[in-house]
């Protein structure tokens, strides 16, 4: 029997769901969620609609050893919630530094998940981060408000490009000091 190994990245209790490594056999709901316009335009780098193979990729990326980016998967079967409620990952920036971003499945929009999740990440500090940042899409004040409400404090005006839009989107940025 072949065991999938995940490579060292911890386990984080997050109240109703667990946070938790990404696996192998995530790949048919990710791509299910990440397949919806809604999720893919309200992301910087999933493309819409969605290639062939690009969640596998995507998961092998945040499985290998020389990853730049630790990815959690919103976990809420022990509350018979579902396997994957959404996504939260942490990018190492320089000088202890780290970016957030995170999705949740329009399943499961408006209860909290984002949140809980980012509270739970913030408070673990899994990479020992002084300073967390983040950015959203001006027209996406939910995730704005999530930031705020895990005390975040707004920073600035800026833009990115999205793939999924296929054009520079205005952002807000934020920043949350850890120390």
């Known amino acids: 029997?072949?065991?999938?190994?995940?490579?060292?990245?911890?386990?984080?209790e997050a109240g109703r769901f667990i946070l938790r490594p990404l696996r192998k056999?995530?790949?048919g709901l990710l791509?299910?969620?990440?397949?919806d316009r809604r999720v893919a335009e309200a992301t910087r780098s999933i493309p819409h609609p969605l290639p062939p193979g690009a969640t596998?990729?995507?998961?092998?990326?945040?499985r290998?050893?020389?990853?730049v980016?630790?990815?959690?998967?919103?976990?809420?079967?022990a509350q018979g919630l579902g396997d994957v409620l959404g996504v939260i990952a942490l990018k190492r920036m320089e000088r202890e530094q780290s970016e957030v971003a995170y999705w949740v499945a329009p399943a499961f929009w408006n209860a909290g998940f984002a949140s809980e999740a980012l509270r739970a990440l913030v408070l673990a500090n899994p990479l020992r981060d002084r300073t967390l940042f983040a950015e959203v899409f001006?027209?996406?004040a939910v995730s704005a408000r999530v930031l705020s409400n895990c005390g975040f404090a707004y920073l600035g005006d800026a833009e990115t490009y999205s793939v999924a839009r296929g054009a520079r989107v205005p952002t807000w940025t934020y920043l949350r000091k850890l120390d």
Request: aromatic share 10%; net charge negative.
């Open 1 to 12: 029997m072949k065991y999938d190994t995940i490579t060292a990245q911890p386990v984080i």
């Open 25 to 27: 056999s995530d790949a």
């Open 31 to 35: 791509e299910m969620y990440t397949s």
């Open 56 to 62: 596998e990729a995507f998961i092998t990326r945040a």
């Open 64 to 67: 290998a050893n020389d990853r």
């Open 69 to 77: 980016e630790d990815v959690w998967v919103m976990d809420g079967t």
């Open 138 to 140: 001006q027209d996406n």
